[in-house]
């Protein structure tokens, strides 16, 4: 019996936030999971814009690269054994066409397949603030069993830079695929000592600058 081997599908679409899928190539790099990369048009204009990498030097970070017009590419069918597909960042144009099964590009397409083969599909979100439209098609894919993880902060670890903002949100992505790879620190249950003395509750004294004379 033959092993299938650990593939990735990721997505970077044109929301903000193009890092988060950057980190996360960097993070698989060298490992045995292989990355198979889609990065829409607009993703491409997003990064140059956002970040200091180059279209070409994200795509080394993968293990292979698909066009976003290559509709006869392995990821396009199910019977190319992946782990499933991450797309980080997700745009409401991409959720919508997921929701919808349009298949008008690769990772469209891609998500449509990672959804009838039942496999694990995250979804980025980025957005702010959400529409009634946003989040009925967040709540429809989420009953299909898509996991929607948008790219909040957390600061009980007490992030010192925005790597290790970048990192936590990575992380807890790469979980979902029982990819525990430990890029950030994560909760042990133990808080900080509370102060001996609480502040006292109530409303804080209005600056004399700020009172009506």
């Avoid at 899928?21 to 814009?49: K, M």
Wanted: proline share 7%; hydrophobic share 45%.
């Amino acid at each position: 019996m033959t092993l299938a081997p650990k593939r990735l599908i990721v997505g970077i679409t044109g929301a903000t936030g193009t890092v988060f899928g950057v980190r996360l190539l960097h993070v698989l790099q060298g490992t045995d999971i292989e990355t198979h990369l889609i990065v829409s048009r607009w993703a491409a204009r997003t990064l140059i814009h956002e970040t200091p990498y180059s279209l070409e030097e994200v795509q080394r970070l993968a293990t292979r690269v698909y066009s976003d017009n290559d509709q006869g590419a392995a990821v396009s069918s199910g019977s190319f054994i992946t782990l499933g597909m991450a797309i980080v960042p997700c745009s409401m144009k991409t959720l919508s066409a997921i929701a919808h099964a349009q298949g008008d590009n690769l990772i469209h397409r891609a998500a449509d397949v990672v959804l009838k083969e039942r496999r694990r599909l995250v979804l980025a979100v980025r957005e702010a603030p959400l529409h009634e439209i946003h989040l009925e098609n967040m709540l429809k894919l989420a009953r299909m069993g898509v996991v929607i993880c948008p790219p909040l902060p957390a600061f009980y670890n007490h992030p010192q830079t925005i790597d290790d903002l970048v990192n936590h949100t990575v992380n807890r992505i790469l979980d979902l695929f029982d990819l525990h790879l430990d890029v950030a620190a994560r909760w042990e249950g133990l808080m900080r000592p509370a102060p001996a003395t609480l502040p006292a509750a109530g409303p804080r004294p209005v600056p004399r600058r700020h009172r009506r004379p």
